[in-house]
């Protein structure tokens, strides 16, 4: 995978304008990247082009997943376990 490519696709997972986006987005790029191949990696980076009010309420089921966001991805960012909030 292209390294320049994460490099940005991390960037903007961190810097999403709110802290608790940051978090949820960030940290499920961090925690799950690695095992993406290109078809994931393309997936995120529409995913990150949303409204963070809407990717948080689509993880936080609080509105429905769009079809093109629906699966096992969503799915992964739904259970929030990933999430690591320090002290």
Do not use: N
């Not at 925690?31 to 393309?42: I, K, M, P, Q, Y």
């Not at 799915?75 to 909030?85: E, S």
Request: charged share 30%.
């Amino acid at each position: 995978m292209d390294t320049a490519r994460l490099k940005r696709l991390h960037f903007r997972a961190w810097h999403r304008g709110t802290r608790e986006a940051d978090y949820m987005i960030g940290c499920y790029f961090d925690r799950f990247h690695a095992e993406w191949g290109e078809a994931e990696v393309v997936w995120f980076e529409t995913l990150i082009e949303e409204d963070d009010v809407d990717i948080m309420a689509w993880a936080l089921r609080t509105q429905s997943v769009p079809p093109e966001y629906a699966g096992p991805l969503m799915a992964r960012m739904q259970a929030l376990d990933y999430v690591d909030i320090p002290r």
